[in-house]
């Protein structure tokens, strides 16, 4: 099924793997095996892969940075797409659109965009600062902290429908909601972003960045272990948004573990991979969590992070 499309990206020259191990490529390291893993590292070259693919009718998953993704332990049938942006030095794939936007290509990350950011006083970004993952993938589950969230900056973006049309849509398009958009499930693929910011002073900008990493740094695990950060979404009660962590931790589930995961003992909703941690043991441990949770406290707790089914599917 995948012979053409391998034939195609040999003879352009683009990097792939046949039956290639998913996990190292996520920040979760929870994956088995995917029939074709693609990377591309411009937006013009994603834009000419997903084409193909989709003229194909092949399945296909784009990700960013993997940081909230976990899949299958065996073989999904699909063609992943790594949607990421080559840093060659000053020609970031940034660029100002006017005094108060900016247009990004998906595949560049958070952090360089905030250097960027910083550099050019472009203010209201800072929020990202510390968040792992391409800003594609930002915008796809509408990260946030620190009261902001994509939702707040995003003005438009240059996408490809499902169908394979190239398309020009604005922020009504991703339907946001709190850690959710269209695409978060989705099929359409994003190739670029438009984010609106406010001028600001360059050193306040960069004094902000860091404030907000330190204070991660200060109140999450270490980013050296495997997680996918927050794995339950804020329920709300009665009418205020509290934090899953809390409850967890209310709960007495602190370091509770199955196979090779583990509740995190310094935030109540990171679950830790310590190495060997399967598909199996996340699903065993999030039911684990859930069922407690529910007990003990009434409270219903909805996943956050994205799962994808041996069929190439997220849910
Ligand atoms: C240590 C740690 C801390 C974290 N802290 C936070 C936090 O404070 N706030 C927060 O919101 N999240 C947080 N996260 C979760 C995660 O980092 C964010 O959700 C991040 O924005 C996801 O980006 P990504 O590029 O890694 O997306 P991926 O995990 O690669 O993908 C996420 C979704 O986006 C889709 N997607 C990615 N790229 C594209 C594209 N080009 N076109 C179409 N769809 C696309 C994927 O298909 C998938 O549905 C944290 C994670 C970790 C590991």
Redesign the pocket.
Known sequence: MFAPLVAWLRQQQITFSENAAIGPHL?FKIGGTVSLLVTCNAAAQ?AAVMKKVIAGKLPY?????????AFFDGLTRVVVVL?QAASCGSTVPIRLLDDRSLAVE??VR?QQLLSWCAAKGAGGLEFLS?????I???A??????FGC?MADVLGGADIIDAQGNLRTVDSGHFGFAY?DSS???GR????SLRLKFSPGDEGLISIKIRDNLEY?LAH?PS?SQA????FFKNPWLRGVKASAGKIIEECGLKNMTVGGLSVAGEHGNFLLNHGNASFRDLQCLEKKIQSAVAARSGVVLEREV?YVAADGS?Y
């Not at 510390?130 to 391409?134: A, E």
């Not at 796809?140 to 902290?145: F, R």
């Open positions: 920040y994603l998953l784009v990700i960013g940075g993997g940081s909230n993704i949607a998906s595949g958070n510390g968040i792992p993952g391409t594609g993938g930002a796809a589950v509408n990260a946030g902290a969230a850690r695409f978060k499930f359409d693929i994003l190739l991660r999450h980013y997680s996918a950060g927050c994205i997220k």
